[in-house]
C-alpha cells in the first residue's frame, strides 16, 4: 500500500494574536498529503478540514493506538480502496477552556475567522489544492462536528460539504444536565478562577471536573460577557446554583436545532451534508440528531444519516463513512 505524508506545519495566526483567553497565536497545524501528492507538480486535490473534538488539537487525530488508527493510516487505507485522494487539514483550536467551538468569541478568540478564512487561504497558497468551495469540506466529531455543521451554515460560500459525527445538537439534552456539577465544583474550588486555576495544575483530571470545564468552555463560546470574570458569562448563579434562563437563551441561539431555521438554504447549497450519532451516546445527542434530520427532511435539505451501535467515545472509525463520501462529493479521483 502506498502512504501519503505528514508535514507539521507552524502557522503564525494574525487574529488570534492578543487573543482575550491570553493562548498562543502560534499553533501547529498537521497536514497529510496523499500518496501521489510527491509524483508530479501538475495534480491538484480538494480538501477537507478536520476538526479536533472538545479538548483536542489537530495532532491528536494523528495519536498512535494499536486498535483505531490514526488519521493519516486510516486515509491511506480508504485510498488503497478506492477512495479519491484529498488533502486533509488538521486545526488548532484549543483554548484554556479546552475548546473554541470553532465561532468567534469576545472571550476566547476568532476562530471561525481562522479556519475559514486565515487557515483556508494558507492551504491554498501552500500546496496544490483545487480552489473553490466545490472542492474543500468540514468534519469532526463532537465539539469538532458541531464546528464542521455550524461552518456549514454560516460559510456555505467556503465549504461546500459537511460531515458532522455525534456533534453538539439539542443543547437542553448534552449540556444542562452537567451545569449542577459545575457549580459545585466551582463552589468547592472558592470560584471560578480558582476551580481554573487548580484544574490546570492537578495531574489527574476526574470525569466531573471535565464536565465543568466544558461548561466553562460552552460558557466563553455562546455567552461571553467582558464585563465578567474570565469574560464569561455562566448559565447559573455560583452562590446558590440557580438556574441562569436568561445567559441559557444566550446558548440556545447557537444550537445548531434554532440555527436552522434561517440557515436551512445554506445547507441546501452543499454538495453534501453528512451526519451520523451512537445510539448509546453518553451525551444523549442521538436525540438532538434524530430531531435535527426531522426538521431537515420538513425543510426539503438533502442529507444522509446514519445511526450506528456504540457510544460518543472513540469512534474515530466513523472517518471511515465520511471521508470516502466527501472525497467524492468534493471532485477527488483515486490514486493513479
Not at 25 to 40: I, K, N
Not at 127 to 132: E, N, Y
Amino acid at each position: 500500500m502506498r502512504h501519503g505524508r505528514v508535514v507539521l506545519e507552524r502557522f503564525e495566526s494574525a487574529v488570534l494574536r492578543g487573543n482575550p483567553a491570553g493562548d498562543p497565536s502560534e499553533r501547529t497545524v498537521p497536514v497529510y498529503l496523499p500518496p501521489s501528492y510527491d509524483a508530479g507538480a501538475a495534480r491538484r486535490y480538494p480538501v477537507v478540514f478536520v476538526l479536533p473534538a472538545f479538548a483536542g488539537r489537530g495532532r491528536g487525530l494523528l495519536n498512535d493506538d494499536p486498535w483505531s488508527p490514526p488519521l493519516d493510516e486510516r486515509m491511506d487505507a480508504l485510498i488503497a480502496a478506492g477512495c479519491g485522494e484529498v488533502i486533509l487539514v488538521m486545526p488548532d483550536a484549543f483554548t484554556r477552556f479546552g475548546g473554541s467551538q470553532y465561532l468567534d468569541s469576545a472571550a476566547t478568540g476568532r476562530y471561525a475567522t481562522h479556519v475559514a478564512e486565515e487557515l483556508v487561504a494558507w492551504v491554498d497558497g501552500r500546496w496544490r489544492t483545487r480552489p473553490g468551495r466545490d472542492h474543500r469540506g468540514v468534519a469532526g466529531r463532537s465539539s469538532g462536528g458541531y464546528g464542521a455543521l455550524v461552518l456549514g451554515m454560516t460559510r456555505p460560500d467556503v465549504f461546500g460539504a459537511v460531515a458532522c459525527h455525534s456533534g453538539d445538537i439539542g443543547f437542553d439534552y448534552c449540556y444542562r444536565g452537567d451545569v449542577p456539577r459545575f457549580c459545585t465544583r466551582v463552589q468547592l474550588a472558592g470560584g471560578l478562577r480558582e476551580w481554573l486555576e487548580g484544574f490546570a495544575a492537578r495531574r489527574h483530571r476526574s470525569a466531573d471536573d471535565m464536565a465543568a470545564l466544558n461548561v466553562l468552555a460552552m460558557a466563553a463560546a455562546y455567552s461571553p460577557d467582558p464585563s465578567a470574570p474570565l469574560g464569561v458569562a455562566l448559565p447559573c448563579d455560583l452562590a446558590t446554583g440557580e438556574f441562569r434562563e436568561d445567559v441559557w437563551r444566550r446558548w440556545l441561539a447557537h444550537d445548531p436545532l434554532v440555527l436552522l431555521e434561517s440557515h436551512a438554504e445554506a445547507l441546501r447549497s452543499l454538495r453534501l451534508l453528512y451526519l451520523d450519532c451512537g445510539t448509546r451516546d453518553e451525551c444523549h445527542l442521538q436525540h438532538g440528531a434524530r430531531r435535527f434530520v426531522r426538521r431537515l427532511a420538513a425543510l426539503g435539505v438533502p442529507h444522509e444519516y446514519e445511526e450506528f451501535d456504540d457510544g460518543h467515545r472513540h469512534v474515530a472509525y466513523r472517518y471511515d463513512a465520511s471521508l470516502p463520501r466527501l472525497a467524492r462529493a468534493l471532485g477527488a479521483t483515486p490514486a493513479p
